[in-house]
């Protein structure tokens, strides 16, 4: 380990500013008279001065903190205090030598050395504590001469103020054996230039062939704010090179390969879209919000309080958040207070199984909008608890359409799943039927009800991303079911974007779909996730795979094979013309066999009536879970 030396001491560095002074007033002296015979008839004046700077100085200088510091940290911000503390004692000792003088202790007074003298002590107070900085940095230096263990090459991708304090740090310790030897930067202006004697090398898209020319031992990604593309692509040419790199919040740990995994690169969800975030129109939504009722339900969750919060922006006369866990609600409540206090708030704790309390709600509320979140989603805990799956999704739907019929709810747009087609568990299968209600009502009695379907929404609650983000947290391992299972994912916002879009279009009876891309390998989601919190894959987190849970498939649709695909005034929302949807008598015959099988707890006689009417359905080929499915 390299040994540094004790920095100077503060009270060498008081008996060395008591010379100074004697000096700075010396030489001002020296400096105005030129050891002239005027020189000794002002001599008498000359000893008032070094004793009132002497007594003067030193206490200005001790209340400014300049005896409080490590010199060899000096910094601009320490140049500034010098300068401000020195002109403030150069005032009080000009203040006491010209009330002395007014007081006739001496006979004449050359004024113009207060002013030599401020400069002067300038110079000297500033010099000797800058000394003690030079003197660290050349030790430094001297030590990375000779260390004996050769320096790893390190290349720094980010030329701002985060990659000038990753060489700095490199310079001032020289114990981590780091050398940098470029930066990679896209802006036009840093090339060609240096930092800390540090050349900018290059754009990013050079990365490879800087590599390859440098030699480099290991890339810093020193980017706070870097978009995950940019870490992916790092990633990638580096994984191809072989060469070792990391992104980390702290310098200390970033610079010493100390990984502390609480303390991870905070990862943005649109990094893991694997595309460019959606961005829904919204010039239609304000006809829609501005100055209605609007109710949304279960609105304690991740899509219903996001939902409640883009509606707030658009001015509703009353914002009715409804949800059946009071804690929930309670904590959106506090939040939306906090973002939207002029939006009038209506907190209600009610069970959408509830018919009589929706339609006291209802009729006291009048509502004019209604956004249907309230839903059971986890597909391994509704294959062990079948029974809630139906009364909730089904009977709370059907309670929703019912009530919002009878209280004559201007729209009515339903959350649904991309599971609720060919289901091959119980929660898409209850949502389908759900979404039929909807559809059927919207057709029957000429309403603006609709359904909005996507995939799986990226940091809602129970959702993979949070679970990744824990097990991550806790140092691993990061579990994936399945290395080829896939699913559409889309943000939370998008989701949300998309509803109130829904809530606009057309006069009711469609279902309305996302653009989301391409579908993404939860085993791609999860080494990204990883990589994009500073870590690598394999290495600093392990990923086991566990198997595919009953109710799983490998992959989702979001629609039907057969169904009329149609486009809507938005390029990336389409429409989807159902044709073989059950409606009618057919449609409420089933739902009450349904609900009176909850009831009655007939599990297997649900889950046959349930493969019957849903086209494609498999829900009987699902193995029975396990309690260790649900995780």
Known sequence: MIKVKAPIRNRYILLTDLLLIVVSVLGSYALRLEWDATFFIYRPSLYWFIGSALLVKPVIYYLFGMYRRLWMYASVQDLKLIATAVTVASAAVSAVMMTLFFQRAFFGFPRSTLIIDWLLSLVTSGGIRFISRILAESQKSSSVQNASHPSKKILIVGAGDAGALVVREMQKNPQLNLMPVGFLDDNDSKQHQTIYGVPVVGRLSELAKVLDNKRVNEVIIAIPSAPGKIVRMVADVCRLKGAPFRTMPGIYELLGGKVNITRLREVDITDLLRREPTHVFDEQMGAVLTGKVVLVTGAGGSIGSEICRQIARWGPSELIMLGHGENSIFEAVLEMRELYPSVALHPVIADVRDLPRLENIFSRSRPQVVFHAAAHKHVPMMEMNIEEAITNNIQGTRNIVEVSRKYDVERLVMISTDKAIRPVNVMGATKRIAEWMVLDAANRWNRAFSVVRFGNVLGSR????????????????????????????????????????????????QTF????????????????????????PYRDIEIIFTGIRPGEKLSEDLWDEGYDIKSTGHPDIFQISPQDDLQGQPLYRAVEELLKLGREGEVSAIIELLDEIIP????????????TAVN
């Open 513 to 536: 779909v996302l653009n989301m891309g391409q579908q993404v390998r939860i085993l791609d989601l999860a080494e990204d996730l990883i990589r994009l919190s500073g870590l690598e």
């Open 462 to 509: 129970g959702s993979v991303v949070p679970l990744f983000k824990r097990q991550i947290a806790s140092g691993g391992p990061v579990t994936v079911t399945h290395p080829d299972m896939k699913r559409y994912f889309m943000t939370i916002p998008e989701a949300v974007n998309l509803v109130l879009q829904a809530a606009s279009m057309g006069g009711g009876g």
């Open 616 to 627: 494609g359905s498999a829900i009987r080929s699902t193995p029975p879970p396990e309690i």
